[in-house]
């Protein structure tokens, strides 16, 4: 493999045994630029078009071009699907309307009343909301584990066990789970699937490490530009992916032409973004490392990072999200997220824009206080979305933002 400016191996082929023989020497770059996006072939455009039709006309009963109803098939959402599931080198994808589509499609399309999830403790909120709150109305448990922990993960696995649910790097606190690892414990008949939205098909491929599924939110770095919503589901596993475009068409979670179109152009340029994302963050975390109003930075990394060496292992990088304390406590964390002027106080991450919030009310407003305070996420915890303005700028907005808050909430005043 071919490294990248800071060493990293290159991803740059499919999945073994794929049968797109050319394309495997095609770099991650090329694939996002290339793949499902041949010019139009009944007009030549370059770029693929944005198929705005709910439906298509037919040559005769049952006779028509591969497509008949847009929540069945669109062709901008198919060359989406491919192009997706190339960077992931995965047979397959289904796109859906949001992240959370995609959650849903990637577990309800095959659980059953009476199965059982095992999931990352430390998850996005909003698949805890969906795994603690509304999957229990349809006779589906989950129990929350501590899965960098794989002797309490083993333990929570039971017979009617089917789905193990693995975010990594986890959110908020970027811990590193070992997908090769948590594969390994499944029993016949159980699905890993790994939420990647973090870390990008750019540094991690979960199906590689052994995981079944991989699912993203692709208004995240794969849209990159904070305007679309979206997700993507990925297996190689003909039947499941089966039981996904089914359940995508039963169901019709579907994105819509223009939202398909957006995430196909923000993705081309996935590589580069990453890059930028990823020494930014850099920059930022060993900025933060070295003030004294932070107690902790988490960022996979930095050498002190307590799962660096295992990010090192099953990442090619470290990705663009940093969280930390603020050593003077909540007062100070927010007074410090709302003294930023380039960090953009809001919900979300993976843009070109810089993004500050608070997850103890913002992405975590949905999981209970108690369980919050269990999972380490207190209300001294901020969490950065590390954008790609020039990395000066960012550290000058964050020195000024901390050197306000130590004024406004007087806890340095010596200073
Ligand atoms: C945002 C996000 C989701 C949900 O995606 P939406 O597009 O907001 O529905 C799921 N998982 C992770 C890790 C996310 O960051």
């Not at 333990?155 to 811990?175: G, S």
């Amino acid at each position: 493999m071919p490294n990248d400016a800071f060493g990293h191996p290159q991803p740059n082929s499919r999945t073994e045994g794929a049968p797109e023989a050319a394309v495997a020497t095609r770099g991650f770059a090329t694939r996002a630029i290339r793949t499902g996006q041949d010019p139009d072939r009944t007009t030549g455009a370059t770029i693929v078009p944005v198929y705005q039709t709910a439906t298509f006309t037919q040559d005769a009963v049952g006779v028509h071009k591969g497509f008949d109803y847009s929540r069945s098939g669109n062709p901008t959402r198919s060359a989406l699907e491919a192009q997706l599931a190339d960077l992931e080198s995965a047979k397959f994808a289904v796109a859906y309307g949001s992240g959370m589509a995609a959650a849903n499609g990637a577990s309800f399309s095959f659980l059953r009343a009476g199965d059982h999830i095992v999931a990352t403790k430390d998850l996005y909120g909003g698949t805890h909301r969906l795994f603690a709150n509304v999957f229990p109305r349809y006779g589906i448990t989950t129990t929350f584990v501590e899965m960098c922990d794989l002797e309490e993960t083993r333990a929570a696995i039971r017979d009617n066990t089917k789905l193990i649910w693995v975010e990594t790097p986890t959110n908020p606190l970027l811990k590193i789970i070992d997908i090769a690892a948590i594969a390994a414990l499944k029993r016949p008949g159980q699905i890993v699937a790994v939420d990647n939205t973090f870390a990008t098909p750019y540094w991690q491929n979960p199906l590689a490490l052994g995981a079944d599924v991989v699912m993203h939110s692709t208004t995240k770095y794969l849209g990159g530009h904070s305007d679309v919503i979206g997700g993507v589901v990925m297996t190689n596993d003909a039947d499941l992916h089966q039981q996904f475009a089914y359940q995508q068409n039963a169901v019709g979670a579907v994105p819509g032409p223009w939202d398909a179109y957006l995430v196909i152009r923000g993705s081309k340029t996935l590589a580069l973004r990453m890059r930028e994302h990823e020494r930014n963050a850099h920059a930022v975390a060993a900025f933060l490392e070295s003030r004294d109003d932070v107690s902790v930075v988490y960022y996979p990394g930095l050498a002190s990072h307590q799962h660096h060496e295992l990010a090192k292992k099953q990442m090619r990088g470290f990705g663009g999200i940093v969280s930390f304390r603020h050593r003077a406590g909540a007062d100070a964390a927010l007074a410090f997220a709302k003294s930023t002027e380039l960090f953009n106080l809001a919900t979300s991450l993976g843009g070109v824009e810089s993004l500050v919030c608070s997850p103890w009310t913002m992405t975590h407003g949905s999981v209970p206080p108690e369980q919050k305070i269990a999972l380490g996420i207190g209300q001294d915890l901020v969490r950065l979305s590390v954008g790609i303005e020039d990395a000066p700028d960012l550290i000058a907005d964050l020195t000024q933002a901390l050197d306000r808050a130590r004024v406004s909430t007087k806890v340095f005043a010596s200073v």
